[in-house]
């Protein structure tokens, strides 16, 4: 903080100022002015405690004769006028030091607050930094420092990772977590509703392929499909692809529902609205297949002429039953 003294522009035509150069020169002047600079660094309230007038002079880098110098200051305001300096027993002090030399004088007080003032401000960045955010703190880890993260867990064994990624994870899933695509690309784990398909597709379709793995594409593809109807709806979509006998290939024609098939849009409707239903005796009325049923419904590609074949076919065998 900055230790200076302020001067009136009056200073040099004070009558007390006038008397001072007249009985010491300039080269009092330049004393009384080293004097204040030195009370504003050691003494800024103004009271020179301890000092004795040789002391006095010698801040004051007088160099005349001893003692002058102080009673030259005592004296500079006339008969019974107070001069620069000023005597209470044997303590010295500066003139109207502090009426005059405000600044200097509360200069400890301008220090202690701004002392003050930085310590609250460092003390509040200091709690910040070690307050601790609960919900950041993992179950079952206390102590600790709040700026250290916590520690890893352990990787898995090998054979132990190699088991959880082969096993299956649902009812009669052979399917893992994740294909191998997935995994090596970092992609996260399918969603549960996603998983729940893929298990119930495994479950109730006992007469059709079972789905193998669980890639993006699929997941996506479920995604969709669970948008038009809930998990129960599908269930009762697997339960007849399973009772019918054209979808598990009982055609003949080689064609057999899979799991991509049912993915495909348009597929689950057709089956809810009973075109792929057994009639009574047991045989497919492949009349309710039209030329439009083509490589959409079935994903192998089989050319519309082809399922006119297989409608012929259903008809002959639905009239000999």
Same mark, same amino acid.
């Given at each position: ?107 400890? /007080?301008? *220090? @202690?607050?701004?002392? !003050? +003032?930085?310590? %609250? $401000? ?5 709690? &910040?930094?070690? #307050? ?80 193998? /793995?669980? *890639? @993006?594409?699929?997941? !996506? +593809?479920?995604? %969709? $499909? ?5 998990? &129960?709806?599908? #269930? ?82 639905? *009239?000999?039953?």
């Amino acid at each position: 903080m900055s230790d200076d003294i302020r001067v009136e522009t009056g200073f040099l035509d004070h009558p007390k100022t006038r008397r001072l150069t007249r009985r010491l020169g300039d080269g009092g002047l330049v004393a009384l002015i080293r004097l204040w600079l030195y009370a504003s660094r050691f003494f800024p309230k103004g009271i020179l405690t301890g000092f004795i007038p040789g002391d006095i002079e010698e801040a004051a880098g007088w160099a005349g004769a001893p003692g002058e110098f102080v009673l030259a200051l005592m004296e500079a305001g006339g008969p019974g006028r107070a001069g620069f300096l000023d005597l209470a027993g044997d303590v010295y002090s500066l003139h109207n030091w502090r009426r005059r030399q405000s600044f200097a004088y509360f200069r400890p /007080e301008r *220090s @202690a607050q701004a002392q !003050r +003032a930085n310590d %609250a $401000r460092w003390g509040k960045i200091r709690e &910040e930094k070690q #307050r601790v955010d609960p919900d950041r703190i993992p179950d079952g880890i206390q102590g600790g420092s709040p700026d250290r993260n916590p520690p890893l867990p352990p990787p898995l064994p090998k054979d132990l990772k190699k088991d959880l990624l082969s096993k299956p994870h649902g009812l009669d899933s052979h399917a893992p977590l994740l294909d191998d695509s997935d995994s090596r690309n970092g992609t996260a784990p399918a969603p549960a509703y996603v998983k729940a398909f893929f298990d119930l597709w495994n479950a109730e379709a006992v007469s059709l392929p079972k789905a193998r /793995e669980l *890639s @993006a594409a699929r997941c !996506r +593809a479920i995604k %969709a $499909r669970m948008k038009e109807r809930p998990l &129960e709806a599908w #269930r009762e979509v697997f339960r007849r692809m399973n009772a019918s006998r054209f979808l598990c290939g009982g055609s003949g024609g080689g064609f057999r529902a899979d799991f991509s098939w049912i993915l495909a849009s348009g597929n689950a409707l057709k089956v809810i609205e009973g075109r792929y239903d057994d009639r009574k005796g047991g045989n497919f009325d492949g009349s309710r297949l039209g030329e439009a049923d083509g490589p959409t419904d079935i994903p192998g590609g089989t050319k519309p002429g082809k399922y006119s074949a297989l409608c012929e076919t259903a008809k002959v065998r639905g *009239s000999g039953s």
